[in-house]
């Protein structure tokens, strides 16, 4: 089945050491986001990718940057985290760009910061 | 982007049908209004889409008035798998912003 793969599930990493999380598609989609959610909050867009096309959103921390090589993944790269970073990371795609477009998400990457 | 307002959390018991109200009074035009599910350690799935009117799919339905300042998601016979979060997202069909999910209601189904 075409899906949102999202690796690790769970991701332990230490106060300020650069840690990476993936995700991959076989949906073909054009758009792949990262979201940011914390312990009974929505989920934050954190940037997103229109193709090779990067938007950031205003308010996401310098610390968080991205990667998308080709189509099917995309990166997340936390380069100092701290421990406000803990979180669950999402990672959805849509066809396009535009709420008539529905977002597809992976199952999330739980992430630890000791 | 369209403020969305909903309420924090509702209960309910299984059988039942289940409302959810999203108010959005600064919608625009070509605004579209989607809510999604998502139960604990999940990450949100689609529900259901609309412009006006009424949608209804084999999951819920959703109700538009004419002025689309609101939306009703309506869940019928609720069971307790039906237990999760319910988000309403507003926001144009086409452009560079993305969506931005609101707060969300937590829905509680009792047996």
């Known amino acids: 089945d075409a899906m949102v793969i999202q690796n690790p599930r769970y991701q332990v990493t230490q106060f300020g050491k650069p840690v990476t999380l993936s995700c991959s598609q076989t949906?073909?989609?054009?758009?792949m986001y990262w979201y940011q959610q914390k312990s009974s909050q929505a989920p934050k867009l954190l940037f997103h990718?229109?193709?090779?096309?990067?938007?950031n959103e205003a308010d996401t921390p310098d610390n968080f940057q991205s990667r998308r090589p080709n189509t099917s993944f995309c990166f997340l790269d936390i380069r100092s985290p701290g421990l406000g970073d803990a979180a669950m990371y999402l990672c959805a795609t849509s066809r396009i760009q535009g709420s008539s477009y529905e977002q597809y998400f992976g199952p999330g990457t739980r992430l630890t910061v000791t | 982007l369209a403020k969305t307002t909903q309420p924090i959390s509702m209960d309910s018991y299984e059988g039942q049908e289940v409302n959810i109200t999203c108010s959005h009074n600064?919608?625009?035009?070509?605004?579209?209004i989607t809510w999604y599910q998502q139960f604990p350690s999940q990450g949100p799935r689609f529900i259901i889409q609309?412009?006006?009117t009424k949608v209804t799919n084999e999951v819920a339905s959703l109700f538009i008035p004419a002025d689309r300042k609101s939306s009703t998601l309506s869940l019928p016979r609720v069971s307790l798998s039906d237990t999760a979060v319910y988000y309403c997202?507003?926001?144009?069909?086409?452009?560079?912003?993305?969506?931005?999910f609101g707060s969300g209601t937590r829905l509680q189904v009792q047996p």
């Open positions: 609309g412009y006006k």
């Open positions: 997202l507003v926001g144009p069909d086409t452009g560079r912003r993305a969506l931005t």
């Open positions: 990718y229109y193709d090779k096309d990067f938007n």
């Open positions: 600064n919608i625009a035009t070509n605004d579209y």
């Open positions: 949906l073909n989609h054009n758009v």
